[in-house]
């Protein structure tokens, strides 16, 4: 089955060209492994840059969208806010997943607020923006994310 990804990184920072993003080439490198991966996309902190990527992404029908960073505490952080006014469905399930594979490698796992959920048929995962837990988090999901697809499709049963 052929999965279309896109990848969003969340950070003011990358944006400005202050830094270098680390975390988009994480993801890439190991979404590329599973899917095809069709945009990689840096944007800041700003929700409606955010929400619009994702109603875009969603839109032109992309499988799955991966955010990375915005998901912490800090004043800037909305990833999730812009997030869940995208999404029809949340998978908490996927959430909590994924914060107890991260829990594994960092008590600071906890203090993100990442969310997971579906809009038409795309999913859309929140991931926290350091490259260590991307990439932990992307092999995580490789698994169960082409049952999850085949779902969100609606042709599970098939």
């Known amino acids: 089955m052929k999965i279309e990804s896109a990848v969003l990184v969340v950070s003011d920072r990358a944006s400005r060209g202050e830094r270098e993003d ?25 929700y409606a840059e955010i929400r619009n990527h994702l109603l875009d992404w ?15 505490l800090s004043p800037r952080d909305i990833t999730p806010e812009a997030t869940e006014s995208v999404i029809e469905k949340k998978i908490p399930a996927m959430t909590t997943a994924l914060l107890f594979n991260g829990l594994m490698d960092t008590p600071k796992a906890m203090l993100t607020r990442g969310v997971a959920g579906v809009r038409g048929r795309t999913l859309v995962v929140n991931l926290p923006g350091n490259p260590d837990a991307v990439r932990s988090g992307l092999e995580y999901l490789e698994p169960v994310l082409p049952h999850a697809i085949e779902v969100v499709r609606g042709r599970a049963n098939e």
Do not use: Q
Not at 58 to 72: E, H, M, N, P
């Open 22 to 46: 680390a975390s988009g080439p994480a993801a890439r490198e190991v979404l590329e492994e599973f899917t095809d991966v069709v945009d990689v996309v840096v944007v800041p902190d700003d």
């Open 58 to 72: 969603c839109a032109d029908r992309v499988d799955a969208v991966f955010t990375l960073g915005g998901t912490g």
